[in-house]
């Protein structure tokens, strides 16, 4: 039995490192430092031989995946790397749908990894089909690999990208990489994905979240902008804008308050302080009196430090996060139960017994796992237990690459504020306000820069809800 | 590669449960919470079937031993399991070595799980060899385990504990099962190692920590008294105390300041807090003006938690533990260097640049690793880096079952505080002292209750340093 | 290390099943009966849940892919299934080229699983990708697909295979799956490969050779005819036969001389009694005196048989197969030569020593591991070696599917039969003639019935070379 | 599921090597080679570093229990090794049981491994526990260990070997290895088992069967005699032989009928040509008329030369053996009847029907392999089925280390020749006579020679049946 969580799952991270020789070993590195941002597939593409692309992906963690022969295989002099790591929607969970994406075309291979949701994939799928494309997989990456191939004519690949992104519509941080080594980046233009480029010793890189960087001794150098494409080769990096300047920006503020790791740089700014300022903003914004402040961790972890800073009220991490939380064990019987629940975070019965909590969780989606966590302090004699989140309600789906529940619903979408008080057995429950999570963070004119659609139902890209879901990754 | 760390190894964890039908199932939770009291191989034994006692032992983690068929094949309605979790020194890590034994004597089976060690066992075992007896193993239990049975008559087990008991000296917390079901429960006089009793759904239960009660739902009874011998069969428990009352235990306060985990209870008190205690009497101890009070987490958090509130200084957690550390990955290059402690915690950047920090740890062993880390936090401009140890500096081996380190030496030991300073590259370094460390806790009598011998060199049992190494378990 | 063989590989083996309560695992049992036919990858197709094909695939050998969880993922009731086994050539050996391929096209989901070799795979390719098609691999099956999702149109299936096949020339078994369950099977003009059809408790089934048939009791039905396609579905088996009949077929006759196995009937006729046939022709047209006639087993046995009953010489086994040949082992050392030779065969030496022997082998290709083998009887004292071949001297590569040798040559293309004597240490050494090999079987009008090609350079289907080995499973 | 034979048992198989740099690797292969004498479990111990033995164990067949690093962590320049692989009764199938033994003495480490059965065991055994002896396991092997440490004083291995084996009684064939490198064969005085000394690159061998010389290739030196101990160390080979000479040796007439490799010299005669042997008396001393004569694969293929030969019948190998039998594969499911039987052999239907067939198998334990196999033949059409047997009824259990039948009963002791060819559904069956089977294999004075136990009750070593069997390996 793997613990399944209940949370959110993003689509997807990349990363990508041009002609090193130690490539694909680097790429293995940097999926390692983006786990979580995909944990049921993982994949690596070298570049090399002159025009040969060698592959190798996998279910599981990266360190299953990958042993030191498999490296060794796609490992090659001057070799460039691109890799992904993936979680799925149930049903399609199999290899098939492992990226990087490999296609042949006229003797020539390449390689694509992508993290993000094409909102139009269902319709432009249909009208190649029309034109007797074959599809191979249920996954919208391979409808851009479609678009990209038609519009390739004597191997002008800038072109072909172009031609193909003008096409497609939603959130897509994109890698390719081309048999020839060159490693190629693109955003779209809302920005919806993190997407960064780095430097390691004179060779670039890309990577969904600076983490990476930091392992593999990368620096950072900028984030990618709005609709950019980059282009890595033998001429170092060329970056072609969009024709028409991006004016709203759509950053996904969810990946600041829950997906991006906290050491991470995304979009220019530090989510550990992001967190920080949220909580910060929340204790300003919904206070209340209590012995001590203590997170859910670890992604309550450092909203709850800012909100004991602002509050002056004692910080205390009053459940214990597992060390071996993650890893597969025999599933327990049913007496045993919340089971998956109490193994990861364990509270620490002397700091609970008769005192009044203050819980900071950086959100809510549905709701179980934070009753049963309640409930536990509660037996454990928890005198007032109350909660603040560090966002506001998550009462819309999300269309842009973010999967909230594959089961459940939103709970916040069905139940009052009042009625999730009851639910959860709190004495009280509060959220981080909208405008207090935009402003919090400190970016100017925020409205302009955020996609918040999951909150307030505003999506920056329109969508067909129907088709949408069909073809999500 | 499995990422080795320097840290102090302690050598076993153990648990015992009496009848119950899922009493294989509930130890391999216990087990698993025990986890990081040795991380090298683990067991478990049923007995059952009347008059059986099945094993199933692996090197490893619990989790990777025991799979639901292992466990299928060795429960049975009404048995009773003993499981054992260690680390053990170079050379013996084999399956041999992994506990619980058993041993067959007159149609029956007993099966034994040790955590401690022998200080005379070298001894004993020449003198068993005299007469006679065959080892197995290179394991200190062994000797107790041929005591045991050389004074087993009539199937008396309990005059035989008593009898192999008063030969033996050393730490010991012992586990014993019997194919007649019953478990026993031992504890040295001096209550080296911690070892508790729970009760689970009527069902009586021992183990090293509390947090393995927790995991499997079973409420705390106490801690097993200095000397104590605890036979749980049909009869319900009884207890067997020293003939001469134990006046001066020495429990290990180690297990305190590292080993143990937070959320447990062990020895009456809670470990969270009592760390929590030691941060703040080191920042009346040791204070020092910066910008933030940071650990390096895990250890660290705690005390960090009580310096931060006492001095004011906020807390931060600067650096972040990977969440998939201690899984294997491939060998990183030459190139990557430090990979296996930068792998573990990556600093925040944006936290660290131009700051003054203070930083937490719970102690400094070989120093390799804290300097590894400091210069890190340089690299990336901290103004100025200062550390408080949590306990008084380790300047003695320890010979009562836990191995500071295979290779190498305690720094400590040979290096000034100054030197150590400079070694470790820092603005100012400062130890609790042992006054500190023992009047924080709140314990009474605090110099009659713990073992302190590593700190400085009072060993409250003797022993022959060379003879010691050799059986050490 | 696994043993590598240095003999001929044919390209694959498949098996079919129409809607039954057990269709995945029958098929698994299938293609253990056909893993001689390949033993790389192996897959299973099964559709089901209306409109849906689900699928698992791996390298290696049948009984280390699948396990029992891992079919029960895929069988459902009522569900249609087909298999693959293949081999491939070096370079390619990769998942992605495992088969059955499965696409998607509007919604619709196929399967396909090919045994054989396009000719033409190459020249269609390029005029595919003239017009935008993908290819995902490079495999002459991708090709078929494609043409055949081409030509679907409103679900046609059967129009569309046949537009498909007007297009491909070579050899060619198909066994198609479509997402609503109906199994085809498609042979053909030159019916290079077999594939029968059986009966399984009313069940249709498919198999590249009966031996599939025997082991999932099913019955067989009949051959394939030249250019055939069977449909099976709700209505039973739906025969479409080829526009012109056909008049010469092109059975390989290699697959009864090594390739199928002896419990096998292909093409109508027991394998077993034709190489046993081979052998007396053998006897009649090179004999020679001797102590005895002794094989190399396995595929020299029936030969043998037939040459020694025929030429009255004892028969024996002096030469014993190891039963765990074909597990891996570790390598040995250097200086352990020929080990994979030795490890595989040992003769019996009391046996050997001081005798004449005539050794009876199927068919020589390199000729290395024949000459290792003559050695180690001389180095036992054999008086005299002297072998016969119970087919002509292979002297051209084959296009249709077989793959003589990867890195080596056809030692018979190069070498006269007096040079390879002396090479392979022989006292004397002949081959079947062309003639005796065609009439000995008993079939009419042999030169009207045999593909013998890889003997006399007589190719029934053109091709260019050069694009034939490129495009090559 | 693995296939599970009916068959008999053989207790082991045993190796040694003294010093060789490559003495791991080279026992694993000649483990290889043993293999069929013990498929439950394996390993390997290696005497090096001065007076370290190091060993790796575990369950299962020699090439899943042993990886190349598996090996390097155990070789070492210089070092002596010993090996063994054994089968089990259910039960005790577990790693503790699996050889060799390593035991510590007084800082000296000894490892054993042994092949048979030692009938006063449990008396032994019993007097050991009075004395205050402890074991681990259940196996008699056990106890020879405990009664060689208990003779050993001031090192003299050899005194504490012959005072052991004075007290032992029964069938053992040990090598023991001493942590100095000396590698010691002991056979007991019966000789039932083989033993074998060779020679490789001037390197000692021990082994159970040539055929492990063969593979390591090494040369056949001599059979052990009966009761001789002999020593391997740096003055060469030194043979202790017992103070009475043997007269009447027992030697296990069984290994010829089945057991034994038939490339195998085992007490100093070939198998092969024994069964063969066998073969041609079973010809003379029951003919019948018929078409063909064929064997039951593999065991019955020797013996059925011999009679076709001798009696000019057609031999065929009209069942033919699956390569891949022995591997694990799913379990069939319910209406898949006779699966084990059906997939390892699979009559070719063409040469059955309409015929008169002549069955030659070396041995009938249970009888139901044989009944599915003739009733397989008779659905095929065959005319008449005869059925020849290679040995005598096995009418009465062995006690000297082979288990003819875990669950059943041997069928010859409870029905008559008469009831058992209507049971198997067989026109007729023989086997052969006792005194067809001694004279036949050339053996001058046979009834001084063998035992034939098993078949006429006459056992050569007296033992108490309900002790023995407790403790039977
Ligand atoms: N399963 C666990 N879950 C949470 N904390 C644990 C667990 N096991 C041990 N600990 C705590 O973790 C600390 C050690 O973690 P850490 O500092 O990250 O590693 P290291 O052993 O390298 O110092 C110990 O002080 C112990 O209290
Ligand atoms: N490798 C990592 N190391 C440290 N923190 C991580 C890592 N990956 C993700 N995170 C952080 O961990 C948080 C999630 O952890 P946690 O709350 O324990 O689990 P859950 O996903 O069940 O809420 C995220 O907010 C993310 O910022
Ligand atoms: N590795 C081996 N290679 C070849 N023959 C062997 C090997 N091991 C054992 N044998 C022979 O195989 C025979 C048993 O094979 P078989 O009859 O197929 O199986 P079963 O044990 O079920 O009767 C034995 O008589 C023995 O002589
Ligand atoms: N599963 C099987 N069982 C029995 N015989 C088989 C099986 N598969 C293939 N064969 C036969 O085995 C022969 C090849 O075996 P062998 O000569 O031992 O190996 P090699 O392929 O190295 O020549 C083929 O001629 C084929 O007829
Ligand atoms: S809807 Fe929410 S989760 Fe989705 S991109 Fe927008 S902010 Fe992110
Ligand atoms: S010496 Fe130190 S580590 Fe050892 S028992 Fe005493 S306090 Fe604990
Ligand atoms: S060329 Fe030879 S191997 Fe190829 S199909 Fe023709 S007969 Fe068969
Ligand atoms: S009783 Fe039979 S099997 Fe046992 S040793 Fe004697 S001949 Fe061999
Ligand atoms: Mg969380
Ligand atoms: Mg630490
Ligand atoms: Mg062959
Ligand atoms: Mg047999």
Do not use: W
């Not at 040969?52 to 796609?74: A, P, Q, R």
């Not at 980046?185 to 960064?196: C, E, I, M, T, Y």
């Not at 530090?270 to 859910?296: C, I, S, T, W």
Request: proline letters at 4%.
């Amino acid at each position: 039995m793997i613990m399944e969580s209940e949370r959110p799952k993003d689509e997807c991270g990349v990363f990508g490192l041009y002609r090193h020789p130690e490539a694909a070993q680097l790429t293995y590195f940097g999926l390692y430092a983006l786990q979580h941002r995909g944990q049921e597939s993982a994949g690596i593409s070298v570049a090399r031989d002159k025009d040969k692309i060698y592959s190798h992906k996998g279910m599981g963690l990266v360190h299953d995946i990958f042993n030191t022969e498999d490296l060794k295989k796609i490992e090659g002099a001057g070799g460039s790397a691109i890799g992904h790591v993936r979680y799925s929607t149930t049903g399609d969970s199999n290899l098939t749908n492992a990226q990087p994406f490999v296609v042949q075309h006229r003797g020539r291979a390449y390689a694509v990894a992508h993290n993000g949701n094409l909102v139009n994939a269902h319709t432009l799928k249909q009208e190649l089909e029309e034109s007797g494309s074959i599809f191979q997989t249920t996954m919208d990456s391979e409808v851009f690999l479609h678009l990209f191939i038609k519009n390739l004519k004597q191997g002008d690949v800038v072109t072909a990208i172009q031609k193909a992104v003008a096409k497609i519509q939603g959130a897509y941080s994109f890698v390719l990489l081309t048999c020839k080594g060159e490693v190629i980046g693109v955003k779209d233009p809302n920005s919806f994905r993190p997407l960064a480029l780095g430097k390691l010793n004179g060779h670039y890189v890309l990577a969904s979240e600076t983490c990476a960087f930091d392992l593999v001794q990368a620096e950072f150098v900028r984030e990618l902008e709005p609709g950019e494409i980059v282009i890595i080769n033998e001429d170092g990096v060329t970056s072609i804008m969009p024709r028409e300047p991006v004016e709203k920006k759509s950053l996904c503020i969810f990946e600041y308050i829950y997906f991006a790791r906290p050491d991470s740089t995304i979009y220019g700014k530090n989510v550990y302080q992001m967190r920080k300022a949220h909580g910060k903003r929340l204790a300003r914004e919904a206070p209340v009196d209590a012995d001590m402040v203590m997170p859910f961790p670890d992604s309550g972890n450092y909203s709850a430090i800012g909100y004991a800073e602002e509050s002056g009220i004692p910080f205390e991490m009053a459940m214990i996060r597992n060390h071996y939380v993650g890893r597969s064990f025999i599933q327990p019987t049913q007496g045993m139960r919340d089971f998956a629940v109490r193994v990861k975070l364990n509270p620490v019965r002397e700091l609970i017994r008769n005192k009044e909590i203050i819980i900071i969780e950086d959100s809510i989606i549905r709701g179980t796992t934070a009753k049963t966590r309640v409930q536990a302090l509660r037996d454990l004699g928890a005198k007032k237990v109350h909660m603040r989140i560090s966002c506001p309600p998550h009462k819309f789906p999300c269309y842009y690459g973010i999967d909230f529940s594959t089961k459940g619903e939103l709970v916040a979408a069905t139940k009052s504020e009042e009625e999730l008080t009851q639910f959860l057995g709190l004495d009280s429950l509060h959220y981080l306000s909208i405008e207090g999570m935009l402003e919090a963070g400190g970016v100017e004119n925020p409205e302009n820069n955020f996609c918040k659609a999951c909150f307030d139902g505003s999506y920056p890209v329109a969508f067909d809800p129907n088709l949408s879901k069909q073809c999500m990754g």
